[in-house]
């Protein structure tokens, strides 16, 4: 339980120093932060990866795992753009994570780090949680002997909520989780999952960078 845990909470940690020691203003923020959380949450998941009997199997089995786990990716990323709406946040709209304030090379640094973390470390970490421990825990404690993808509606309903209040834009991050959660149902294998929500952060982040909109980060 806890190699799915700790990474999870590590991360939630930076979260909480960052609403609780900084403002919203990108400047106020020390861009180091994020290296840092992400060095150390990927740290917790190499460490545990013995543990992680769902991710010992192959990312697919087919060309239509690939195909359903891209699409979806790309699916959530277009919803997830369009729900920025005043009423569906928590809090205020701060600056978002802009490296590239800094400049030069170090710029350049944060900004790869940024996308490494969004695109490679968060979605194994957080599908790991989500999609393997917790969609599971609610059904029974004991959640290494439910199988992958089984469905009830109290695990659904009570996951999509919380992938909701875990992001800034909670209705995006409740549109997310059920898509993500749907994916489970569809294959019953994590690996889907995890590169589906690679696919959406990777275009999220392309996005970010293009339009230079970094409130998304």
């Not at 393997?132 to 909520?161: C, E, H, M, N």
């Not at 590169?195 to 275009?203: D, G, K, Q, R």
């Amino acid at each position: 339980m806890k190699s799915r845990i700790l990474p999870f909470a590590c991360y939630m940690a930076f979260i909480a120093i960052h609403s609780i020691f900084f403002s919203e203003d990108t400047s106020d923020v020390p861009l180091w932060l994020y290296p840092l959380k992400i060095t150390l949450v990927a740290g917790l998941l190499i460490f545990y990866w013995k543990d992680y009997d769902e991710l010992k199997n192959k990312i697919f089995n087919n060309v239509q795992e690939v195909i359903w786990a891209v699409s979806v990716g790309i699916v959530v990323y277009i919803l997830w753009v369009r729900m920025d709406f005043p009423w569906a946040m928590q809090g205020e709209t701060g600056a978002g994570y802009n490296p590239f304030q800094v400049g030069g090379g170090l710029g350049v640094f944060y900004a790869g780090a940024r996308l490494f973390g969004a695109s490679i470390v968060v979605p194994v970490m957080e599908e790991l949680f989500w999609r393997s421990f917790i969609i599971r825990y609610i059904i029974s404690a004991d959640f290494q002997k439910v199988p992958l993808g089984k469905f009830t509606w109290v695990s659904f309903l009570f996951t999509v909520a919380l992938f909701g209040v875990e992001h800034h834009f909670w209705l995006a991050g409740m549109m997310a989780g059920a898509a993500y959660n749907l994916l489970l149902y569809k294959t019953r294998r994590l690996w889907p999952c995890i590169v589906s929500h690679a696919v959406t952060n990777l275009v999220l982040g392309l996005h970010v960078f293009a339009t230079g909109e970094w409130f998304w980060w």
